[in-house]
């Protein structure tokens, strides 16, 4: 099986700076692509950033500038870095995968258990 585990969240300030990581293990023949996605209270899971294979990157607009996402690919890793974080940037961020276990596998969605970032004004 395949597992996700997310580190790097905690409290910061407003104009802060925090990076999150989530590093996949298990049975992995190849990732298409890894994203990071935050869900605040009361709101619906939103996508922030993507990469592709290709290294192919993808932001919502209001982190544009700020965010950066990145990938290790020898490590089965991907970064967020995220800077100038705002008191909206609050939420639980989700890692999310896709995953092949094996050459003639369409892959599987995976998600991490979430880690919570608090950006305080």
């Known amino acids: 099986q395949v597992q996700l585990v997310e580190s790097g969240g905690g409290l910061v300030q407003a104009g802060g700076s925090l990076r999150l990581s989530c590093a996949a293990s298990?049975?992995?023949?190849?990732?298409?692509?890894m994203g990071w996605y935050r869900q605040a209270p009361g709101s619906q899971r939103e996508l922030v950033a993507r990469?592709?294979?290709?290294?192919?990157?993808n932001y919502i607009d209001s982190v544009k500038g700020r965010f950066t996402i990145s990938r290790d690919n020898a490590k089965n890793t991907v970064y967020l870095q995220m800077n100038s974080l705002k008191p909206e940037d609050t939420a639980v961020y989700f890692c999310?995968?896709?995953?092949?276990?094996?050459?003639?596998?369409?892959?599987?969605?995976?998600w991490g258990q979430g880690t919570q970032v608090t950006v305080s004004s």
């Open positions: 990469i592709i294979g290709g290294g192919t990157t």
């Open positions: 298990g049975s992995i023949f190849g990732i298409n692509a």
């Open positions: 999310n995968a896709w995953i092949r276990g094996s050459p003639g596998s369409r892959g599987s969605d995976y």
